[in-house]
């Protein structure tokens, strides 16, 4: 077998387009006799024909140097397999390690995210060698109900998820005890048939954090049955003195509670129905709500048309339309109409209900230019704005996410008190909602436009507006005047200077 794989072999050859030389450096192949066995050549012979499937020329660049790195620390052991398959993976892994601690080259990287926060990950070697061992895996023949990690599309019912977040897969393999694994997977798969699959996945969160708590604090039970009052009040009083407060607390312990108690009814742990009460749920933190100033708004309107023109039309019709960013996102190409001369949109909520509003003609002529740009570029789709690499879902969240940070951090965008913007999409319909306010419309007709079911959460949009809260305060001050300017008679020469400067 020729133990050289050229560039040209793999599939990204043909999109590379004119890489600079340095990026390829002075050979144009793979060596692939850097490897002692032919069964280990023929393995990554197979992984960069798959991977120069995936991704670009310039990154199989980067990874024929960690390929190097690792046969280098292959050099390390004499007596190795023929195969990849012949260690588990982890002991490819240590291997790796003790080669990195002799080379000084350091098992993580920082990097800042576009939260700017700093985060750690796996040095680029360590995750090479782990995707190529993930790679060369026998393919998982069992069901799919008895493997650590589901594939939800193999399932064969229905996933109740929200288009914008594409879940492909469920990882069990962070709850580190084997009993309570198998447990819980009976009680997801138990959950997944009437919850979405975003409860679904904070369930296991909650779960993964209970089983992480039980390893640290060196518990030792393999089974839910063995979960008792007295070790639930241990770990209640774990996440409340542990640093993390409000809602996600609550919501872990409630989210602990409805796999528990599915677990106790499938497999007859009566105990586990009961085991909490009403007050292990810790109150939640009133959040302070809050929408963009005008001069916020001004600010970010002006750089937002520096996105891409299609996600720039995206954010500017979230903001005239006031609509949650998930109902943005899913608005059909079929969504406007016209009824009695007025211009109809059918807003699809992906949390609620359908309604229809009315809209201006320039927000029309907006949303049926970037219908026409959606039509040009993937053909006729179901969606008005499409994830570029599958037409038929609709734009994912993060995509427009991380792009809108990235502008935000490369421009050096900040709010009124200096604060960088986060991406807060929400923040526009609020601002939407506390303009309607402003404009004196009544409580049912801005519900309606808000596409709220009554007018329960209007009072929020109304505290919100400064306008509204300078006009109150006036109101109240004008009465405390005459209250006084009543009862000056009688007060003194020195109080007489208040009804003067009245």
Known sequence: MENRLYYWELACYGTS?????????????????????????????????????????????????????????????????????????????????????????????????????????????????????????????RPEREKDIWALKKLDIPIKENPIYKTETLDFTGILQEGLREEVKQAIFLHIKYEKIGTVKRELTSIRKFSGYLMEKGVKINSCADVDRDLLEEYLVYINTNGSFGRGNSDDILKLRAVLESIGKLYGYSHLESLFINTDIPPEVQPVFRAYSDEELKRLNAHITKLDIQLARCMVIHQMLGTRISDTLTL?????????????????????????????????????????????????????????????????????????????????????????????????????????TEMHLDDWTIAKLLGHKNISAVKHYRKMSNQLLAEETRKAREQQTRILLANLDGWGEEYEQIRQDD
């Not at 969606?383 to 935000?408: E, G, M, N």
Request: hydrophobic share 35%.
């Open 17 to 141: 387009g004119n890489l600079p030389q340095r990026a390829i450096g002075k050979s144009n192949f793979i060596d692939l006799s850097l490897l002692p066995k032919e069964t280990m050549r023929e393995e990554y012979r197979r992984y960069f024909l798959y991977r120069g499937g995936q991704v670009s020329l310039n990154t199989i660049c980067h990874e024929k140097a960690y390929y190097k790195q690792v046969c280098q620390a292959l050099q390390l052991r004499k007596n190795i397999p023929d195969s990849f398959l012949g260690w588990q993976p982890s002991k490819w892994i240590e291997l790796l390690k003790i080669w990195m601690l002799q080379n000084g080259i350091p098992f993580y990287k920082e990097k800042e995210t576009l939260y700017g926060t700093i985060c750690r990950t796996d040095a680029p070697v360590l995750q090479h060698l782990k995707r190529f061992l993930r790679f060369i895996q026998p393919e998982d023949m």
């Open 332 to 436: 059909h190409t079929d969504c406007l109409s016209k009824r009695n001369g007025l211009d109809i949109i059918r807003i699809d909520q992906v949390k609620t209900r359908t309604f229809e509003k009315p809209i201006s003609a320039e927000l029309v002529a907006l949303i049926q230019k970037a219908i026409d740009c959606t039509y040009d570029q993937y053909g006729k789709t179901e969606y008005i704005f499409v994830d570029a690499k599958a037409p038929s879902r609709p734009l994912q969240y993060t995509t427009i996410k991380h792009k809108v940070l990235r502008l935000i951090k490369s421009e050096d965008l900040r709010d009124d008190d200096g604060k960088l913007f986060q991406f807060s999409s929400h923040m526009f319909r609020r601002s939407y909602g506390v303009k309607l």
